[in-house]
């Protein structure tokens, strides 16, 4: 089993930053991608970005390509999701999830593990 714990999350002023945190535990080796997806009031969840778990490439929704980054700190087993420049339609609970599936990174029926979310709400 894996556990993943979601933090960071919080109010800030439009073209203000977050670091979402997300920590890693249990059998973590077996982990091929690690994502980050958010939910908005009446919307599906979608895509955020994704990276391997082995430390390869990343991706990234369009939406937030060029002021997201994420990146993986495999001595803290944490993954974090660097938000800067952030809009008011970034407003929403992020999750923290974990797949053992190497195909479709940015579908979320791929992840078999996820967070318990953390909000992030921009003013504008």
């Known amino acids: 089993q894996v556990q993943l714990v979601e933090s960071g999350g919080g109010l800030v002023q439009a073209g203000g930053s977050l670091r979402l945190s997300c920590l890693v535990s249990g059998r973590t080796s077996s982990l091929y991608y690690m994502g980050w997806f958010r939910q908005a009031p009446g919307k599906e969840r979608e895509f955020v970005a994704a990276m391997m778990r082995s430390g390869g490439g990343t991706y990234y929704a369009d939406s937030v390509k060029g002021r997201f980054t994420i990146s993986s700190d495999n001595a803290k087993n944490t993954v974090y999701l660097q938000m800067n420049s952030l809009k008011f339609e970034d407003t929403a609970v992020y999750y923290c999830?974990?797949?053992?599936?190497?195909?479709?990174?940015?579908?979320?029926?791929?992840?078999?593990?996820w967070g318990q979310g953390t909000q992030v709400t921009v003013s504008s």
């Open positions: 999830a974990g797949c053992h599936g190497s195909l479709w990174y940015s579908f979320a029926s791929q992840y078999e593990y």
